[in-house]
């Protein structure tokens, strides 16, 4: 390429800019195929974030953002109603609506005396009666813990009272009735556990499966057996209980008396930090389709009715979500295929951001039905799959990306401390008009994902080619603590959260160093939340990075144990220990009674309206760096809440990240932003 020259690493020009990556793209989530019609929410940034409700690529439910705030992380915020409308809940207030297959918007639950003291999600109607998850809260000024989670049921006319289903266990998920309506299925767990870790299968009121590790996902099958992920066995894998099985007896079942569909060394489905997001579908014939997750890399298998030998169905994605029954619909109603039939999916890939995809389960091929992209669905990949047209970079040309600006990522692993082996997925900085002269190791971004139970995402993430594209390596760990490798590796954070996470990116900047990859004197850290708590520790206790940036971090573990929302207050249990009674732990491994410690410059970017993480986390690590003269730069974004939604904060957070990062380790950027300023 003639225009093509080595430029130092930070300085290359990029189409992937901070606006592009804010309001260029629209995240896809909770897709339903309902009555013929193909529905999703899709998180707008430039519409400060709201979440719309689209069907068939139309947004439905003008300038209203569907949102709930159940665990006040939400998901599951909609659902069909059975006769072609859903039920939706309005984030100005928390209200639950019905929406009527004839376009009427009408409020199903009262109005609140104050916004959002009562929160519903997760729920499945017939078309008759609706159940749901409830959560309510007293007052927004009442301590958030005493919130009181239940499962309901009502008419779905707003007409009668709520009638309570299973009250008495501190959270519930996956309200699922039964085709026949005669049974009801759901998952209760207590304090101080997450779903994670220790929950409780429910059926009409009586406990099936207690005891046995993690069990997640119940969904009724057309034959009557009800189908379960259990990690009892050391992975996510899916099982099925005979109807027998769910009569009425008084002790509960063991793992061994579940009947294994699917077992393998992966995980059939991703931590439930939002509601409703289904990692399986059971086919009309019996036929299972399951995501298995291995590392950061999902597949798509399906087991065929009868039990037959599993397959791996071949497709272009490594990511799904939203894994559901597809049924033709005429306008004689609903047409039962002869076979397994088709399912949707969020799929993803690392050239392809999220998208909603229909699969033909017995052909393997596929139509696109929605795009993350604002301009709605290219007509293009509809057929790709037939044409033979390879859709992986559609993503990238259809927001004006040449796909050569793309990283495409290695997984890696490397050796850590314990001799333990920790992952990641590593970055190479890509760009067709630009190079690293000869002598040069690019610098290297390492990334923290929050949680600390999640993962890295293998989809393309626009956020991570920012950096890359610029010249800048980067590495997504998956540290000890993250899932996909099975319940050992997930557990293996318990107790040693700010020890064995922060030697993991230790480990994996190191490793690439002395493989020659990058620069081992310009290693920078990034994380958000969990990540953020992560970065600081990692500059707090080690000397390695030459800067770090924390996106609404956790600087104190006592001040988030006492002031945090319900669904995490007792979290840190089990990552770090009991509190008050592990208070020392906690203070030892606090990165704010550290700061003599820090000698790294930190860019810190927080939320003004930040339940998770109150901002003065962010404000008590700004304050201690500040007295001990370390340069520092704080961004408080006014109106954010756990996350930034808005897209000129998306901007701004970003080009300050881009331009700190330059000040610090001395390059330019080819990008016109404004400057962060940076207290020194």
């Known amino acids: 390429?003639?225009?093509?020259?080595?430029?130092?690493?930070?300085?290359?020009?990029?189409?992937?800019?901070?606006?592009?990556?804010?309001?260029?793209?629209?995240?896809?989530?909770?897709?339903?195929?309902?009555?013929?019609?193909?529905?999703?929410?899709?998180?707008?940034?430039?519409?400060?974030?709201?979440?719309?409700?689209?069907?068939?690529?139309?947004?439905?439910?003008?300038?209203?953002?569907?949102?709930?705030?159940?665990?006040?992380?939400?998901?599951?915020?909609?659902?069909?109603?059975?006769?072609?409308?859903?039920?939706?809940?309005?984030?100005?207030?928390?209200?639950?609506?019905?929406?009527?297959?004839?376009?009427?918007?009408?409020?199903?639950?009262?109005?609140?005396?104050?916004?959002?003291?009562?929160?519903?999600?997760?729920?499945?109607?017939?078309?008759?009666?609706?159940?749901?998850?409830?959560?309510?809260?007293?007052?927004?000024?009442?301590?958030?813990?005493?919130?009181?989670?239940?499962?309901?049921?009502?008419?779905?006319?707003?007409?009668?009272?709520?009638?309570?289903?299973?009250?008495?266990?501190?959270?519930?998920?996956?309200?699922?009735?039964?085709?026949?309506?005669?049974?009801?299925?759901?998952?209760?767990?207590?304090?101080?556990?997450?779903?994670?870790?220790?929950?409780?299968?429910?059926?009409?009121?009586?406990?099936?499966?207690?005891?046995?590790?993690?069990?997640?996902?119940?969904?009724?099958?057309?034959?009557?057996?009800?189908?379960?992920?259990?990690?009892?066995?050391?992975?996510?894998?899916?099982?099925?209980?005979?109807?027998?099985?769910?009569?009425?007896?008084?002790?509960?079942?063991?793992?061994?008396?579940?009947?294994?569909?699917?077992?393998?060394?992966?995980?059939?489905?991703?931590?439930?930090?939002?509601?409703?997001?289904?990692?399986?579908?059971?086919?009309?014939?019996?036929?299972?389709?399951?995501?298995?997750?291995?590392?950061?890399?999902?597949?798509?298998?399906?087991?065929?009715?009868?039990?037959?030998?599993?397959?791996?169905?071949?497709?272009?994605?490594?990511?799904?979500?939203?894994?559901?029954?597809?049924?033709?619909?005429?306008?004689?109603?609903?047409v039962r295929p002869a076979g397994p039939g088709s399912v949707t999916a969020i799929a993803a890939s690392p050239t392809h951001e999220p998208t909603a995809v229909r699969i033909d389960v017995s052909t393997a091929t596929f139509e696109v039905v929605g795009s993350t992209t604002r301009d709605g669905v290219d007509p293009s990949c509809s057929s790709a799959a037939r044409d033979g047209v390879d859709p992986a970079h559609s993503s990238a040309t259809r927001i004006g990306v040449d796909p050569a600006y793309l990283s495409e990522p290695r997984p890696i692993g490397f050796a850590t401390t314990d001799g333990a082996e920790a992952h990641g997925l590593y970055y190479p900085p890509a760009n067709p008009v630009a190079g690293v002269p000869a002598g040069e190791r690019p610098p290297l971004l390492v990334l923290s994902h929050g949680g600390p139970t999640g993962a890295a995402r293998s989809g393309l993430q626009l956020g991570i080619q920012y950096w890359t594209s610029r010249g800048i390596a980067v590495v997504d760990v998956n540290y000890r603590g993250s899932t996909g490798y099975g319940t050992a590796y997930r557990e293996a954070l318990r107790g040693r959260w700010g020890i064995v996470d922060v030697d993991d990116c230790v480990a994996a900047a190191r490793y690439l160093v002395n493989s020659g990859e990058v620069d081992g004197d310009r290693l920078i850290i990034r994380g958000g939340s969990a990540g953020g708590y992560t970065t600081l520790s990692a500059l707090a206790f080690h000397k390695v990075f030459a800067a770090g940036a924390s996106r609404y971090g956790i600087a104190d573990l006592a001040a988030l144990a006492i002031d945090t929302h319900k669904f995490e207050s007792r979290y840190l249990d089990s990552l770090v220990g009991p509190y008050p009674e592990a208070a020392e732990v906690y203070r030892a491994r606090s990165p704010l009674f550290h700061v003599d410690n820090f000698d790294a410059p930190m860019i810190v970017l927080q939320g003004s309206d930040d339940e998770v993480v109150p901002p003065n986390q962010a404000e008590m690590i700004v304050t201690a760096l500040e007295q001990r003269s370390i340069p520092v730069a704080y961004l408080l974004f006014e109106g954010e809440q756990h996350g930034f939604r808005q897209a000129g904060n998306m901007v701004a957070a970003l080009e300050a990240e881009l331009s700190f990062f330059a000040q610090i380790l001395g390059f330019t950027p080819a990008d016109d932003i404004p400057p962060v300023t940076i207290r020194r």
């Not at 979440?51 to 068939?56: G, I, R, Y």
């Open 1 to 334: 390429m003639s225009d093509f020259q080595d430029l130092p690493c930070g300085s290359w020009p990029s189409p992937i800019s901070a606006s592009l990556i804010a309001t260029g793209t629209a995240l896809l989530n909770n897709l339903w195929s309902h009555r013929g019609r193909m529905w999703w929410t899709e998180s707008r940034p430039a519409e400060s974030g709201r979440n719309a409700l689209v069907c068939d690529g139309e947004d439905i439910w003008d300038s209203v953002s569907v949102r709930t705030r159940v665990h006040s992380y939400g998901g599951g915020a909609w659902w069909p109603d059975g006769k072609g409308g859903v039920y939706a809940c309005d984030d100005a207030d928390g209200r639950l609506w019905h929406l009527t297959a004839g376009g009427e918007a009408r409020p199903v639950s009262p109005e609140p005396a104050v916004a959002h003291s009562r929160r519903y999600a997760d729920g499945r109607a017939d078309g008759t009666t609706t159940v749901c998850v409830l959560e309510e809260h007293q007052s927004e000024d009442q301590a958030r813990n005493e919130a009181v989670n239940r499962i309901v049921r009502f008419d779905g006319s707003g007409s009668s009272e709520l009638e309570i289903v299973a009250t008495g266990a501190d959270f519930y998920a996956w309200p699922r009735p039964s085709p026949d309506g005669r049974r009801l299925a759901w998952i209760q767990w207590d304090h101080p556990n997450m779903p994670w870790d220790q929950t409780e299968l429910w059926v009409d009121g009586r406990r099936v499966i207690a005891g046995i590790g993690s069990v997640v996902e119940p969904q009724w099958g057309p034959d009557g057996r009800l189908y379960v992920v259990s990690d009892h066995n050391g992975w996510w894998n899916l099982y099925h209980l005979d109807g027998e099985q769910l009569l009425d007896g008084d002790q509960s079942l063991d793992g061994d008396q579940m009947v294994p569909v699917f077992e393998m060394d992966a995980e059939m489905h991703r931590p439930a930090w939002l509601f409703d997001d289904p990692s399986y579908a059971v086919c009309d014939d019996g036929t299972v389709v399951v995501s298995a997750i291995r590392g950061s890399l999902a597949e798509l298998w399906l087991m065929p009715a009868g039990g037959a030998h599993p397959e791996r169905l071949d497709l272009p994605w490594t990511s799904y979500g939203c894994v559901r029954l597809d049924l033709p619909w005429t306008s004689y109603g609903c």
